[in-house]
């Protein structure tokens, strides 16, 4: 398939989904074998100027009753597209930042709740025109967004402006994952709502080292709830992966870049950019090779992992049973 930024999601019924951006078109495809095969893809929407590029692509989750694609225009503007599940109809565009033009960074992320609500997250301008993590819950399937609230602003001024955020969450539980700036330290920070998105705990910063850097690492890392609900995370620091929960100490993983992650109730398996080559690790077991390729997605069905890349302008799919 002929496209860029793929991302995957898995549903509580083991149905995988996929997103990607061809132009100025979203794409969306479903899998009901566990990624054995994906029906041909539909459009979902045609989007002026939409952004894809360097993680900036379309982000999906899908609940109960919906799926919702949400995707970003270059003047800064967060779009939703909701399918209901019943009829198979795509909704159409509905704005999720409150004020406009303020996501012009591109990187936004989505998750489902439980019933029929989503929260979304982003980095966003407004205010003073710095970088800050803005958030929006929906409570209607995507189909209209509560109020803005601002989640996180850096002390210094502005998060880390080209790093993609990470949303996950399960029942009333939200997990935002961002990279923040901090006296020139470039670190994860990971901030936890018990109540739907309604209200947040001040933000942690993840693992015990740091990384002084004075440039951008582009690098966001990857965010997942195990099968007991605990926050798991993967991000790079330096030219290093590592693996890390919260309040505990950072596990080295190995060298790579670009990493997402997907966890269950006993497994995890992240996918990550080494030397131009997508790279498969699951639990204690070695990196295998997937192929040449950039931006991997990973999610898990059943026993199977199911992998999403890009390369040369295609989306390659990769489907394994590790565990």
Same mark, same amino acid.
């Given at each position: 398939? %002929? ?13 995988v989904?996929l997103?990607?951006g061809?132009?100025?078109?979203l794409?969306?495809t479903?899998s009901?074998?566990q *990624?054995?095969s ?7 929407a ?7 590029g360097?993680?900036?692509?379309p ?5 109960e009753k919906?799926?919702?694609?949400t995707?970003v225009?270059?003047a ?11 009829n ?10 409150? #004020?406009p ?5 591109g ?6 709740l439980s019933?029929d609500r ?9 205010g003073d025109?710095?970088?800050k993590?803005v958030?929006a819950?929906?409570?209607d ?6 109020a803005?609230q601002?989640?996180y #602003?850096?002390?210094d ?6 790093c ?5 969450a399960?029942?009333?539980k ?6 923040? &700036?901090?006296? *020139?330290?470039?670190?994860l920070?990971? +901030?936890q ?8 705990a001040?933000?942690?910063?993840l693992?015990e080292?740091? &990384? ?6 582009m690098?966001g890392?990857?965010l997942a ?5 605990a %926050?798991m995370?993967v &991000?790079?620091?330096?030219?290093s992966l590592y693996?890390c929960?919260?309040g505990e100490?950072?596990?080295?993983l190995?060298?790579g870049?670009r +990493? ?19 790279h498969?690790? +699951? ?8 192929g ?5 997605s ?20 990769a489907t394994?049973?590790?565990?």
């Amino acid at each position: 398939m %002929a496209g860029h930024l793929p991302v995957l999601t898995t549903d509580k019924k083991g149905m995988v989904h996929l997103v990607f951006g061809r132009r100025d078109t979203l794409f969306y495809t479903i899998s009901a074998d566990q *990624g054995q095969s994906f029906a041909p893809p539909m459009v979902v929407a045609h989007v002026p100027q939409l952004v894809l590029g360097a993680t900036r692509g379309p982000q999906i989750a899908a609940g109960e009753k919906r799926v919702l694609i949400t995707a970003v225009n270059k003047a800064g503007n967060i779009m939703a597209y909701a399918l209901d599940r019943g009829n198979r109809r795509w909704s159409s565009a509905v704005r999720i930042n409150d #004020q406009p033009d303020v996501a012009k960074e591109g990187f936004q992320a989505v998750a489902a709740l439980s019933g029929d609500r989503f929260y979304a997250a982003w980095l966003d301008l407004r205010g003073d025109h710095h970088n800050k993590v803005v958030g929006a819950v929906s409570l209607d399937g995507g189909r209209s967004w509560k109020a803005n609230q601002v989640v996180y #602003q850096s002390p210094d001024q502005t998060v880390c402006e080209c790093c993609r955020v990470s949303v996950a969450a399960s029942g009333d539980k939200v997990l935002i994952m961002f990279r923040n &700036w901090i006296g *020139g330290a470039r670190d994860l920070y990971l +901030s936890q709502s018990t109540d739907g998105g309604k209200t947040f705990a001040t933000a942690q910063k993840l693992g015990e080292g740091t &990384w002084k850097l004075k440039a951008c690492p582009m690098d966001g890392g990857g965010l997942a709830l195990t099968g007991r609900k605990a %926050a798991m995370t993967v &991000w790079r620091r330096e030219s290093s992966l590592y693996l890390c929960q919260p309040g505990e100490p950072e596990r080295l993983l190995g060298p790579g870049r670009r +990493s997402a992650l997907a966890a269950g109730r006993d497994h995890w398996v992240t996918a990550f950019q080494k030397e131009g080559v997508i790279h498969l690790q +699951s639990d204690e077991q070695k990196p295998v090779e997937l192929g040449k390729g950039q931006t991997p997605s990973v999610t898990l069905a059943g026993s199977s992992v199911i992998c999403a890349w890009e390369s040369n302008q295609q989306i390659h799919i990769a489907t394994l049973s590790p565990f």
